[in-house]
Nanobody
Framework: QVRLVESGGGLVQAGGSLRLSCTASGRPFNSRVVAWFREAPGKEREFVAGIRWSGGATYYKDSVKGRFTISRDNVRNTVSLQMNNLRRDDTAVYYC?????????????????????WGQGTQVTVSS
């Protein structure tokens, strides 16, 4: 069983930056796809960014394109989400998710039910 652990959340002012990290506890990422989702109060969990481990192709929610960057580090066994120019509507609990398989249909990354492993989440709060 893979256990994902997120870190790096916190409180930041609008326009600021945070860097989230996700590690697979105790073992290398044995997943083909890793993604970040977020869940704001009263809203459904939504896809934010994803990366295919092989090849490194990345995908983003439209509202974060140009502000967020997802990356993987094979040596440190970590997937990171660099978040710049944060806005108040980025406030949410951010979750790391991993799929041990991968698919290529439209909307695949957005489909939370495709992911086999989830972290506990890390809170990101953006103040005005």
């Amino acid at each position: 069983q893979v256990r994902l652990v997120e870190s790096g959340g916190g409180l930041v002012q609008a326009g600021g930056s945070l860097r989230l990290s996700c590690t697979a506890s105790g073992r290398p990422f044995n997943s083909r796809v890793v993604a970040w989702f977020r869940e704001a109060p009263g809203k459904e969990r939504e896809f934010v960014a994803g990366i295919r481990w092989s090849g490194g192709a990345t995908y983003y929610k439209d509202s974060v394109k140009g502000r967020f960057t997802i990356s993987r580090d094979n040596v440190r066994n970590t997937v990171s989400l660099q978040m710049n120019n944060l806005r108040r509507d980025d406030t949410a609990v951010y979750y790391c998710a991993a799929d041990k398989d991968e698919r290529y249909y439209a909307g695949y990354f957005n489909n939370r039910y495709e992911y086999d492993y989830w972290g506990q989440g890390t809170q990101v709060t953006v103040s005005s």
